[in-house]
């Protein structure tokens, strides 16, 4: 006789059935780049999930503590758009109530315990969440830049230039055009983005697109300056032309033109012209009467 086997007893653990669970958001580029005097944060606003489904939101936070001795700027790259605002926004309340709101150690630490918290509720499949936050605290003399990643990494970031997110492989060769000259105005780190931007929505579509945001972080207590989003479009569709013109320079350079003389001369036009255009771009923000320009 064949035994059948025990009937589960009723405290044995229900196996749910699997469920497809809604598909997690693509990257993005955030980016963060000293200027002459600032720091600026920037990223794209385009959400694409893997189902397809594309979503429009800011992906950066700026706030002054309320006690004024404290500017920040928090960007974040995330699979989960939702789980990183959260986060940041547990960020923003342990920044706000630090006691020691001038000693960078507390801060450090005050970034790494809410982290901490945050993590350890969140179930197994945690979704992969970096953040860049930029300060400009009461008492430093420079503004400063962490990399941070839950549960633990709150990392200095001591160089002029940061990116994450998906599209880091296509900002920081750009940036290694520029780096050889800083410090850069703030003008012209403004241009510089906005033809990162270009060329990552245009070469990752899927993952980057929408509005570009970008804060600019001067000295505390100074609120975070938003740049204008059309602006910033306007500067990006100058990508083009950029684009034209550095293939023209390839082309010079590498080519065996008889006439190379003139075709030098009618690409360092067209670079001129190009260059007038970034030139002539005027940045507006939040305050009628901050307007950055070259």
Request: aromatic content about 10%; glycine content about 6%.
């Amino acid at each position: 006789m064949i035994r059948s086997l025990p009937k589960p007893r009723r405290d044995y653990p229900i196996q749910l059935k699997k469920q497809r669970l809604p598909g997690r958001s693509r990257m993005t580029l955030a980016l963060a780049m000293v200027c002459d005097n600032g720091l600026m944060l920037a990223a794209d606003t385009r959400i694409s999930y893997q189902d397809g489904l594309i979503a429009e939101a800011p992906k950066i936070t700026g706030f002054q503590t309320s006690n004024v001795t404290g500017t920040y700027i928090i960007v974040h790259s995330a699979q989960d758009a939702n789980a990183a605002n959260s986060l940041i926004g547990d960020i923003q309340q342990g920044l706000e109530d630090n006691r020691f709101p001038e000693n960078l150690p507390s801060i450090e630490a005050t970034i790494k315990n809410e982290m901490q918290k945050w993590y350890v509720p969140i179930h197994d499949a945690r979704p992969f969440i970096q953040l860049l936050i930029g300060a400009a605290i009461q008492g430093q003399s420079r503004r400063i830049l962490y990399l941070c990643e839950p549960p633990n990494t709150v990392a200095r970031v001591y160089e002029n230039y940061k990116a994450i997110g998906e599209g880091y492989g296509i900002s920081d060769p750009i940036y290694k055009w520029f780096e050889d000259r800083f410090p850069w105005s703030p003008h012209a780190c403004l241009c510089q983005i906005s033809y990162m931007m270009y060329r990552a929505k245009k070469l990752l579509p899927g993952s980057i697109g929408g509005n570009t945001d970008v804060a600019l972080l001067t000295d505390a207590p100074t609120v975070p300056f938003w740049i204008n989003r059309l602006d910033m479009a306007s500067a990006e569709a100058y990508g083009i032309n950029f684009d034209r013109y550095l293939s023209n320079v390839a082309s010079v350079i590498v080519g065996k033109n008889p006439e190379g003389v003139q075709e030098i001369l009618k690409t360092a036009e067209g670079v001129h012209s190009c260059n007038l255009l970034y030139a002539r771009r005027r940045f507006r923000t939040q305050f009628e009467h901050y307007t950055i320009t070259q």
